[in-house]
């Protein structure tokens, strides 16, 4: 592992040989559930009073993207606002889902079948896969965040991990319904997104319209000046205007709904 970018280019090197792909879609299900479960979004089921402590996650980006989506919101008006998102999670975690469930029950005082009936309805594409359906979402190979999977609960959770080759597959996953999303929205934000040339290439097939009004905004906290001009062309080349796509190397994932709040506003 110290030689390659990460565990997905390790299996992608190696996708001929099915016995290393299987262990290694083994390990990214177990350490991945491992790191739900020492995450702050945890909750943990030894108590049945046990809720998710809100106020250890006040500072992070899905708390101020949660105000921003529900700003000046009813509850009659949630499932209008829910559709005009759409997430696309190249992460293997179930932490968005999971987040807004438990949300919708804190803020709201919605029911859990509510709450869960909500969250349905908000396109969510994990290109890669993940560890595995949340119980309430009522989809087959569930398993609770955070929780350790036995045995054989392991190996069918493994099945839902793609590797990049799979994930990029137009016949076998969602890439043409994502990219109508890249190419219809409005408004596109990338937050913690690495810029990997195989994952723009599965967010964008042809160029977009170059008429369409379409904004762009980036976190890129860690990258280069020449890597962030190097994405910037390659987005334009995707027929955005350059005044349109608004890249930060200086922004982490919170900061950018602060920077721009009246720009992301769904008001």
Known sequence: MPQVISIDNFLDQHSDDKQIELCGKLAIVRKILEAESRSHLFIDPSNIYNKMRFSDIEHTWVTN???LLTENCSQEALEGRFKSVAFIIFNYDRCIEHYLYYSLQNVYNMSPGDAASLVKCIEIYHPYGTVGSLPWLGQPNSIEYGATPNPHQLVNLAKQI?????????????VLSIRSLTMTSSRILFLGFAFHKLNIDLLFSTPANQSAVRHIFATANGLSKSDISSIEVEIRNMGVSQANVLIRGDLK???IFQEYWRSLSFL
Not at 164 to 171: K, S, V
Request: a negative charge; charged letters at 30%.
């Open 65 to 67: 993207f949660w105000k």
């Open 162 to 174: 793609k590797t990049f080759t799979e994930g990029t597959d137009e016949q076998s996953s969602d």
């Open 253 to 255: 994932c919170s900061q």
